[in-house]
Nanobody
Framework: QVQLVESGGGLVQAGGSLRLSCAAS????????MAWFRQAPGKEREFVSA????????NYADSVKGRFTISRDNAKNTVYLQMNSLKPEDTAIYYC???????????????????WGQGTQVTVSS
């Protein structure tokens, strides 16, 4: 059974940093694209960032470019999201997602991802 477990969320002041982690278990995802999405209250789930299996391809939402950095450790089946210069509008539940099968495209389309974590809350105070 595939399981994705996010951690690292919390409460931080504007301008601060957090590092999210997502550990995958149940199978190996070393050849799969992994991604982060987020959902704020009353809003749809939106793309944040994605990374291909080789880490050669990354993709970021315009709203986080230059502030967030995605990375992965295939040996640990884990993807990370380093979030710097956080803003109150970054407040949301952050979800980890994995697209099964091999792909070289760090897609921003949430419908292309097959497995999802339960999410971790990130709250940025002004």
């Amino acid at each position: 059974q595939v399981q994705l477990v996010e951690s690292g969320g919390g409460l931080v002041q504007a301008g601060g940093s957090l590092r999210l982690s997502c550990a995958a278990s149940g199978r190996t995802f070393s050849r799969s694209t992994m991604a982060w999405f987020r959902q704020a209250p009353g809003k749809e789930r939106e793309f944040v960032s994605a990374i291909t299996w080789s880490s050669g391809g990354t993709n970021y939402a315009d709203s986080v470019k230059g502030r967030f950095t995605i990375s992965r450790d295939n040996a640990k089946n884990t993807v990370y999201l380093q979030m710097n210069s956080l803003k109150p509008e970054d407040t949301a539940i952050y979800y980890c997602a994995v697209r099964s099968g091999f792909t070289a495209i760090p897609s921003s389309n949430r419908h292309e991802y097959d497995y999802w974590g339960q999410g971790t809350q990130v709250t940025v105070s002004s």
